[in-house]
């Protein structure tokens, strides 16, 4: 890691804000280019005053309209569920504070469409925990692979084990490892 952070410089992690809206951004992003979520996530904003997406308005919107900004079926209902989850208190963003990372995790995988990998970005670049590790990230398997010169990515087990020392800071290591891969 030494060599890493000496490589990239300083740490350039900054939360984001508006859970509602990053959490809707990683749906619409999976299995999707940067481009196309993005361009998509711009259609669906463009949709509300103000292009601010907020439960109660995305609850409203019929999934035909979602459809119409670029969102597959089964994405406009995920996102519908996001909603209708903030709006029926079974998702409370003010209470993350307080909660453990693998409350939130447990919290936001009961919303259909996201995932563990999902919930632990959130967590990363939204809430700034400190103290993730995303052991099923391909690109910080593959990084740590390179970088520590395993023959092939390294298992959960194994990448765990490799980040015992980084403990409490998983997170940071973690941002290192993805800023990693495009070094030559």
């Not at 504070?97 to 995790?105: A, H, K, M, R």
């Not at 052991?135 to 390294?154: A, C, E, H, K, N």
């Amino acid at each position: 890691m030494h060599r890493l952070i000496e490589r990239i410089g300083p740490c350039e992690l900054v939360p984001r804000r508006g859970a509602f809206a990053l959490l809707c951004h990683a749906i619409i992003s999976q299995q999707l280019s940067i481009a196309a979520a993005t361009t998509i996530f711009d259609r669906l904003t463009r949709l509300y005053p103000n292009r601010r997406l907020k439960p109660e308005a995305v609850a409203a919107t019929s999934i035909p309209a979602l459809r119409a900004a670029g969102l597959s079926e089964s994405k406009a209902r995920y996102i519908h569920d996001l909603a209708q989850g903030f709006l029926d208190g079974r998702i409370r963003p003010r209470g993350f504070s307080t909660q453990s990372n693998e409350e939130i995790i447990a919290t936001l995988t009961n919303v259909k469409g996201i995932g563990r990998w999902t919930v632990e970005m959130f967590l990363i670049f939204s809430l700034n925990r400190p103290d993730v590790l995303p052991v099923d990230d391909l690109g910080i398997r593959q990084s740590v692979q390179r970088w520590y010169r395993f023959q092939t990515p390294p298992t959960a087990r194994e990448l765990q084990r490799i980040a015992a020392p980084w403990h409490p800071f998983e997170s940071i290591a973690s941002w290192y490892l993805w800023k990693a891969r495009r070094l030559p």
